[in-house]
């Protein structure tokens, strides 16, 4: 994972603020989610939404990011990507695959699902366990 947002070659802004470029950003997000590990089609949607979080790794740490209706700091969305796992990612494809109405703004719904599936998918496991012992 992406560590204080620094890699050895990354270049401070005129803001003071130490920066990778996109691609080597992309290829850490891209090893933090495993992205080989996904199938068919789920591959492009990963290799998708490792931009979306390399975008967030990247930008100034005090830019604002939409995520479900508010305005957070990109700092704060980047400290919550990096908890990301495969396991969220896949969570957050299948939720995709099954919406039945339209989304105007894709990447901004997207960046939303995959902050809030860190809070999320422990929850959703243990609902799924309780479900299942019930019947």
Do not use: W
Not at 1 to 22: C, D, I, P, T
Not at 28 to 53: H, T
Not at 75 to 83: G, K, P, S
């Amino acid at each position: 994972m992406l560590k204080n947002y620094k890699k050895s070659s990354a270049k401070e802004s005129e803001s003071g603020q130490v920066k990778s470029s996109f691609h080597e950003t992309l290829e850490e997000v891209r090893e933090q989610i495993d992205v080989n590990s996904f199938q068919g089609a789920d591959i492009i949607q990963a290799d998708e939404i490792a931009m979306i979080i390399a975008e967030v790794y990247v930008l100034p740490k005090d830019m604002p990011v939409r995520i479900g209706g508010n305005d957070l700091t990109a700092r704060m969305v980047a400290d919550v990507y990096q908890e990301l796992t495969s396991d969220h990612v896949k969570e957050v494809i299948d939720r995709y695959r099954v919406i039945l109405y339209d989304i105007n703004h894709i990447k901004t719904y997207l960046r939303t699902t995959l902050y809030n599936s860190v809070f999320e998918l422990s929850a959703r496991y243990i609902n799924d366990m309780r479900r299942n012992d019930a019947t």
